[in-house]
C-alpha cells in the first residue's frame, strides 16, 4: 500500500465540523472543546491532518520521491503526479499534510491553451499548470489516469471520469462534484499553493461547510 492510500484518520473533517457547529472554543492554537460539555472528546487538529493551504510547498506523494518538491520538469499531459502538501510548524519546521487522504492532490502540465474553463486559470501556473484534489468526490478513491485516453482521468472503484483539462468536471460515472482545484503559484523553482481547495473536497456536500472548515483550520493553524 502506497502512503497515500491509507485510511482515514480517527478524527476526520466531518467531526472537526461537527464539533465546531456545535459551539466549539478554540483552545490554546490548534484544539477545540464542544460546548456540550467534557462528555465529547476533544478535537485536536495537527498540522499534519490540515488540508492544502497557502504558503505549502507541493512535494511527491510517491515513495521514491517521497516529500521532494515537485518541479515544473516533473509533469506531463498523460501522467498525473501524485503529491502532498508540505507546511510549516509553528517553531519553523517543515510538516507533510499526509494523514488525511483527502489532501492528496494530482497535477498535470498541459501544453499551452488545452486548458480551459471552468478550470480557474488564474489558479494555475501560466495557464499550464493545474493541481487537484486527487481523491474522487463519489465514494474517496485516489483517481488515476485514464489508461485509453491520454489526459483524462479514471477514477478505478466505480468508473467515473474526470477531464482535468476543463476544472475535472465530471464527464461519466457517478462523482457528484468535480475534484476541487487547489490554486497554486511558482516560487522559484518550487509550486506554492495560494489557498484551499476553490471548491467542496470530498467528505463535503455544501460550500457552507467547506468554508466554515477553511475558517475553522485558519483559526487554529493559521
Ligand atoms: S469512488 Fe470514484 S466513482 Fe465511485
Known sequence: MTRYKRQDPELT????????MGGAAAVGTVSLVSALGSAKPVFRLTPELAPPMSGDVIVHADPSRYG???????LSADKLVRAWPMGKTSDGGTVIRDKDPTSVLALYRFPKGQLVEPTKLDATIDGEIVAYGDRCTHAGCNVGDNAQQPGLMNCPCHSGQYDPKQGCKVIGGPPPHPLPQLPIKLQGN???ATGFFLSV??????EEDWEQYTEQVKEALG
Open 13 to 20: 473533517r466531518r467531526k472537526f465540523i461537527n464539533v465546531a
Open 68 to 74: 521532494e518538491p515537485v518541479k515544473v520538469s516533473d
Open 201 to 206: 473536497p470530498y467528505g463535503f456536500n455544501k
Open 190 to 192: 518550487q509550486i506554492v
